[in-house]
């Protein structure tokens, strides 16, 4: 009895002490199991450590692999992941990190590893209960936070922060998540830390005397110094008014001269301005013009068309004079109704600035003092009744200004022409790598964006609104900058009538598939061979990058250019390629997720290596744009659409309902919306500018892109000529044999070849006997056992004895 009171008392002291983590010993085979168990736990945390770390820096590359089945991913030799724990460690990371939580799930490791050593030798590093709450509760905000912060690596919070985030927004908005967030982490912080006013009051006191302290010895040098300071400005004071007076003799002489401005104090003490805005950008000269066009001919780096000549600024139409027309009698007007409406609602303001756009005019009102924001924001209806006008729109406040906007049209618009954007200095000298110049802000000023750094472009609206104006405005000011070896299309065109006028410009500018009639690709089946062929293109652009080691395309030319990069090894001039989807509505509701994959890799993966996406709909619905589509297209269009949830789903904000159509937009790149009118360029100047560059001299044939066969479908390897065997075939055919594998990417890999090379050669090897045919997704049986045997075929093969 005495020893068990002895025991007794001292398991007691050395919990107090907090030195052993007690566990219960529950009868299971001796205590032994929960020994083995947490010896287990703790070799599972570091095998999770390993696998979460590789995948950080593996996950793009495994995660097609990762979309097999259970039995074809682990049991398939073939398929091979990069992740330094092999396909066990690819997916145990790819289910925690991607599916679950994001990168807060490195916080498992910690639980496994404490709760093992717990289990195993009975030593707790941290409280296990309070470190499982903490953890739990930093695993599940954290996942939300960085999926809300962060839409476009999908690794970051992983799909349970992605839904969540959805679904909050969904339910609160953007501003009601954030602030569900911040609560949710206050709340933490005041629990965990005991947080409490009164001291925070006493740490900002205790900083306070410190600083007190300080001002106080600064405070006599200021003195002193002013002291002297003083008597100086006073003699410069007199110097810079006189200078100032002469300065401004000058601009009072060039504001007289203006045909039409007003700046006045009407009765009732409101001030009213109109600015009018003339155009920004300077219209270069046909000679100039020229200039340019002979300074990029010859900028060419693959002289492969040295005598192709850029489209001239006359195959564009004029429309006459491009300034902004004044009607003074509208503008007041207009203001007289506006200050009369807030005024019938007890809103005062103090000053109004008009600005004149080509469509549309900006009125920035100061409000009064005290005023709110939202009770102006809510009169929107009000002011389009008073007014008799659509397309009002409250823009409250204006970003990066104190005012609130709103944007009336005007009743006599001005057409935006091609011709007056594409000849501007802003575009002619733009230093971009794909420029784009869509139309005119309100401002007046050309709106000039560079594809690459969008770097995929998302378009929407209904029928009729401007929708296809806006693609041959993007694809003019492509071909207008890019010579043909820089820069390829892929159109598709489910309608067959949008894009045919291109098909003129098939040799220059369109890339196709091999063995296809038309390059403007109108049928489904052919729609997603070739966004496979894309998918398989944008590989071997990565291989090639990965070779030069360089990261992006810019890099990777540029060093072609300098003969750096050795074409017998595979590398070639690298062209941008652009895929225009005219209708993807369509495409969705009768392929889905044929269409959809390949769409969203490429959107995920290849803009570093040249390849733009541009998608157009005019049902932009949430079946249709879904999530991760939104997700990968942080550029989007949106023209006139018919309600706010249509706006919402392409813009996450309201606006493109209030629009006036024929061409007003709205382009988001990122988080701030801008209105633009689009420039408008006709059928006829588009055929114009299709006949001038299909006149000229061009390549033999389209850009072709990699071949692709589908799941299921047969090789070509019966039509195969042996008497024209590829020079590395016998090499290749040795690759094969020696490791038992017979796949296109295998002699990719090991001859450093291009996928279609490899292709061809593989099914020259099948029509010898060499491998099987082709399996779908899994490898070619290879029918040869050794490499003497192999030796012995070959010349059997060449009629050597």
Same mark, same amino acid.
């Given at each position: 009895?005495?020893?068990n009171?002895?025991?007794?008392?001292?398991?007691?002291?050395?919990?107090?002490?907090?030195?052993?983590?007690?566990?219960?010993?529950?009868?299971?085979?001796?205590?032994?199991?929960?020994?083995?168990?947490?010896?287990?736990?703790v070799?599972?945390?570091?095998?999770?450590?390993?696998?979460?770390?590789?995948?950080?820096?593996?996950?793009?590359?495994?995660?097609?692999?990762?979309?097999?089945?259970?039995?074809?991913?682990?049991?398939?030799?073939?398929?091979?992941?990069?992740?330094?724990?092999?396909?066990?460690?690819?997916?145990?990371?790819?289910?925690?990190i991607?599916?679950?939580?994001?990168?807060?799930?490195?916080?498992?490791?910690l639980?496994?590893?404490?709760?093992g050593?717990?289990?195993?030798?009975?030593?707790?590093?941290?409280?296990?209960i309070?470190?499982?709450?903490?953890?739990?509760?930093h695993?599940?905000?954290?996942?939300v936070?960085l999926?809300?912060?962060?839409?476009?690596?999908?690794?970051?919070g992983?799909?349970?922060?992605?839904?969540?985030?959805?679904?909050?927004?969904?339910?609160a908005?953007?501003?009601?998540?954030?602030?569900?967030?911040?609560f949710?982490?206050?709340?933490?912080?005041?629990?965990?830390?005991?947080?409490?006013?009164?001291?925070?009051?006493?740490?900002?006191?205790?900083?306070e005397?410190?600083?007190?302290?300080e001002?106080?010895?600064?405070t006599?040098?200021?003195?002193?110094?002013?002291?002297?300071?003083?008597?100086?400005?006073?003699?410069e004071?007199s110097?810079?008014? +006189?200078?100032?007076?002469?300065?401004?003799?000058?601009?009072?002489?060039?504001?007289?001269?203006?045909?039409?401005?007003?700046?006045?104090?009407?009765?009732?003490?409101?001030?009213?301005?109109?600015?009018?805005?003339? %155009?920004?950008?300077?219209?270069?000269?046909?000679?100039?013009?020229?200039?340019k066009?002979?300074?990029?001919?010859?900028?060419?780096?693959?002289?492969?068309?040295?005598?192709?000549?850029?489209?001239?600024?006359?195959?564009?139409?004029?429309?006459?004079?491009?300034?902004?027309?004044?009607?003074?009698?509208?503008?007041?007007?207009?203001?007289?109704?506006?200050v009369?409406?807030?005024?019938?609602?007890?809103i005062k303001?103090?000053?109004?600035k008009?600005?004149?756009?080509?469509?549309v005019?900006?009125?920035? +009102?100061?409000?009064?003092?005290g005023?709110?924001?939202?009770? +102006?924001?809510?009169?929107?209806?009000?002011?389009a009744?008073?007014?008799?006008?659509?397309?009002?729109?409250?823009?409250?406040?204006i970003p990066?200004?104190g005012?609130?906007?709103?944007?009336?049209?005007?009743?006599?618009?001005?057409?935006?022409?091609?011709?007056?954007?594409?000849?501007?200095?802003?575009?002619?000298n733009?230093?971009?790598?794909?420029?784009?110049?869509?139309?005119?802000?309100i401002?007046?000023?050309?709106?000039?964006?560079?594809l690459?750094?969008?770097?995929?472009?998302?378009?929407?609206?209904?029928?009729?609104?401007?929708?296809?104006?806006?693609?041959?405005?993007?694809?003019?000011s492509?071909?207008y900058?890019?010579?043909?070896s820089?820069?390829?299309?892929?159109?598709?065109?489910?309608?067959?009538?949008?894009?045919?006028?291109?098909?003129?410009?098939?040799?220059?500018?369109?890339?196709?598939?091999?063995?296809?009639?038309?390059?403007?690709?109108?049928?489904?089946?052919?729609?997603?061979?070739?966004?496979?062929?894309?998918?398989?293109?944008?590989?071997?652009?990565?291989?090639?990058?990965?070779?030069?080691?360089?990261?992006?395309?810019?890099?990777?030319?540029?060093?072609? +250019?300098?003969?750096?990069?050795?074409?017998?090894?595979?590398?070639?001039?690298?062209?941008?390629?652009?895929?225009?989807?005219?209708?993807f509505?369509?495409?969705?509701?009768t392929?889905?997720?044929?269409v959809?994959?390949?769409?969203?890799?490429?959107?995920?993966?290849?803009?570093?290596?040249?390849?733009?996406?541009i998608?157009?709909?005019?049902?932009?619905?949430?079946?249709?744009?879904?999530?991760?589509?939104?997700?990968?297209?942080?550029?989007?269009?949106?023209?006139?659409?018919?309600?706010?949830?249509?706006?919402?789903?392409?813009l996450?904000?309201?606006?493109?309902?209030?629009?006036?159509?024929?061409?007003?937009?709205?382009?988001s790149q990122?988080?701030?919306?801008?209105?633009?009118?689009?420039?408008?360029?006709?059928?006829?100047?588009?055929?114009?500018?299709?006949?001038?560059?299909?006149?000229?001299?061009?390549?033999?044939?389209?850009?072709?892109?990699?071949?692709?066969?589908?799941?299921?479908?047969?090789?070509?390897?019966?039509?195969?000529?042996?008497?024209?065997?590829?020079?590395?075939?016998?090499?290749?055919?040795?690759?094969?044999?020696?490791?038992?594998?017979?796949?296109t990417?295998?002699?990719?890999?090991?001859?450093?070849?291009?996928?279609?090379?490899a292709?061809r050669?593989? %099914?020259?090897?099948?029509?010898?006997?060499?491998?099987?045919?082709?399996?779908?997704?899994?490898?070619?049986?290879?029918?040869?056992?050794?490499?003497l045997?192999?030796?012995?075929?070959?010349?059997?093969?060449?009629?050597?004895?």
């Open positions: 009895m005495a020893k009171k002895y025991k007794a008392a001292e398991t007691k002291k050395e919990k107090k002490k907090g030195k052993l983590f007690t566990i219960p010993k529950w009868d299971i085979k001796g205590g032994k199991f929960l020994q083995f168990l947490g010896l287990f736990l070799l599972f945390s570091f095998f999770l450590l390993i696998s979460f770390i590789s995948y950080l820096f593996t996950w793009q590359n495994d995660q097609d692999k990762l979309a097999y089945s259970f039995s074809e991913y682990f049991f398939d030799s073939s398929i091979v992941v990069e992740n330094w724990l092999g396909k066990l460690g690819a997916a145990l990371a790819h289910q925690f991607y599916k679950w939580f994001g990168v807060i799930s490195f916080l498992f490791v639980l496994f590893l404490i709760t050593a717990a289990l195993s030798i009975r030593v707790s590093f941290l409280p296990i309070k470190t499982y709450k903490h953890s739990f509760f695993i599940i905000w954290w996942s936070a999926g809300f912060f962060s839409t476009v690596n999908p690794i970051l992983g799909a349970f922060g992605y839904h969540i985030n959805n679904w909050l927004v969904s339910f908005g953007n501003v009601g998540t954030g602030a569900i967030l911040i949710s982490a206050s709340i933490y912080a005041i629990v965990t830390f005991s947080l409490n006013i009164e001291n925070i009051k006493n740490l900002f006191k205790s900083e005397k410190e600083d007190s302290e001002l106080e010895e600064d006599d040098e200021l003195k002193n110094t002013l002291i002297e300071t003083e008597e100086n400005i006073e003699n004071e110097e810079e008014e +006189i200078k100032e007076e002469e300065v401004i003799e000058e601009p009072k002489e060039e504001i007289e001269e203006e045909p039409i401005e007003i700046n006045e104090v009407d009765e009732k003490g409101i001030g009213f301005s109109v600015e009018k805005v003339e %155009d920004k950008e300077k219209i270069l000269s046909d000679d100039e013009l020229n200039s066009i002979e300074e990029f001919g010859e900028y060419d780096p693959t002289l492969d068309l040295s005598s192709y000549q850029f489209p001239h600024i006359d195959l564009l139409k004029d429309y006459g004079s491009q300034g902004v027309s004044i009607n003074k009698e509208e503008l007041e007007e207009n203001k007289n109704k506006i009369g409406t807030l005024e019938n609602y007890n303001i103090e000053k109004i008009a600005t004149i756009g080509p469509t005019t900006l009125y920035e +009102i100061v409000p009064a003092p005023v709110r924001i939202s009770k +102006i924001k809510n009169l929107e209806d009000d002011i009744l008073s007014l008799s006008a659509l397309g009002i729109r409250i823009i409250a406040p990066g200004k005012t609130i906007g709103i944007e009336v049209p005007n009743q006599d618009p001005q057409i935006v022409s091609m011709r007056s954007v594409i000849a501007s200095e802003k575009f002619q733009a230093k971009m790598e794909l420029p784009v110049v869509i139309g005119k802000t401002s007046n000023e050309n709106f000039v964006f560079d690459t750094k969008m770097p995929h472009l998302l378009m929407a609206g209904a029928t009729g609104q401007g929708k296809s104006v806006g693609l041959n405005a993007i694809l003019t492509l071909v900058k890019k010579h043909p820089q820069l390829k299309f892929v159109l598709v065109d489910p309608k067959k009538v949008e894009l045919t006028l291109y098909n003129k410009i098939e040799r220059h500018f369109l890339a196709k598939l091999p063995d296809t009639e038309d390059a403007i690709i109108t049928d489904n089946q052919k729609v997603i061979n070739t966004l496979n062929s894309l998918c398989i293109e944008m590989d071997e652009r990565y291989e090639l990058l990965k070779n030069a080691m360089v990261r992006n395309i810019k890099e990777y030319n540029a060093k072609f +250019i300098a003969r750096k990069l050795n074409p017998e090894k595979g590398h070639r001039f690298l062209p941008y390629i652009v895929l225009v989807v005219d209708e509505a369509d495409l969705i509701m392929a889905g997720r044929e959809e994959t390949p769409i969203c890799r490429l959107a995920q993966l290849a803009r570093a290596i040249g390849i733009h996406l998608i157009a709909t005019q049902r932009p619905s949430a079946n249709i744009i879904t999530g991760v589509i939104k997700a990968n297209f942080p550029g989007r269009i949106a023209f006139r659409v018919t309600s706010q949830i249509d706006s919402r789903t392409i996450d904000s309201g606006g493109a309902e209030q629009l006036i159509g024929r061409g007003d937009l709205l382009i990122g988080s701030d919306l801008t209105r633009v009118q689009c420039a408008f360029v006709d059928t006829p100047e588009v055929e114009e500018i299709c006949d001038f560059i299909g006149s000229q001299r061009a390549y033999s044939s389209a850009h072709l892109l990699p071949e692709y066969t589908p799941e299921g479908g047969s090789s070509s390897a019966g039509e195969v000529n042996l008497d024209e065997r590829d020079t590395l075939f016998e090499e290749a055919a040795k690759v094969i044999v020696q490791a038992q594998q017979g796949s990417s295998l002699i990719q890999r090991k001859l450093k070849l291009g996928y279609n090379r292709g050669i593989i %099914d020259q090897l099948e029509a010898a006997g060499i491998v099987g045919p082709f399996e779908g997704s899994k490898a070619r049986q290879v029918l040869i056992a050794d490499e045997s192999l030796e012995q075929f070959l010349k059997d093969l060449s009629g050597i004895e």
